[in-house]
């Protein structure tokens, strides 16, 4: 059964910094795009960051650009988002997912999602 397991959440203070990992379990890692999503209480989910198997794409939403790293390691199945100078904005629960689409881990769609999603890792940034 595939598993992505989120972890690197906590609180920090607004200009702090945290890095997440998202590891990937009985999958096939390197074939799949995988991103990043959030969720902040009341708000709908939003794409974060995706990129794309081999490393030759990635996106960033408006909100993140410039502050936010996304990076892959294939040969260990692990995701990672650098996150720096963070912002109580970014308070969320952070999630990651992988798909064959790449669209599909950069945005949130209503109508498709990802094929996996992982269980997500609460970000509480404090002003």
């Known amino acids: 059964e595939v598993h992505l397991v989120e972890s690197g959440g906590g609180l920090v203070q607004a200009g702090g910094s945290l890095r997440l990992s998202c590891a990937a379990f009985?999958?096939?890692?390197?074939?799949?795009?995988v991103g990043w999503f959030r969720q902040a209480p009341g708000k709908e989910r939003e794409g974060v960051s995706g990129?794309?198997?081999?490393?030759?794409?990635?996106h960033y939403a408006d909100s993140v650009k410039g502050r936010f790293t996304i990076s892959r390691d294939n040969a260990k199945n692990v995701m990672y988002l650098q996150m720096n100078s963070l912002q109580p904005e970014d308070t969320a629960i952070y999630y990651c997912?992988?798909?064959?689409?790449?669209?599909?881990?950069?945005?949130?769609?209503?109508?498709?999602?990802?094929?996996?999603w992982g269980q997500g890792t609460q970000v509480t940034v404090s002003s």
């Open positions: 009985e999958f096939n890692f390197d074939a799949y795009n």
């Open positions: 990129i794309s198997p081999l490393n030759d794409r990635t």
């Open positions: 997912a992988a798909s064959r689409l790449y669209e599909l881990v950069c945005r949130h769609f209503r109508t498709e999602e990802p094929d996996y």
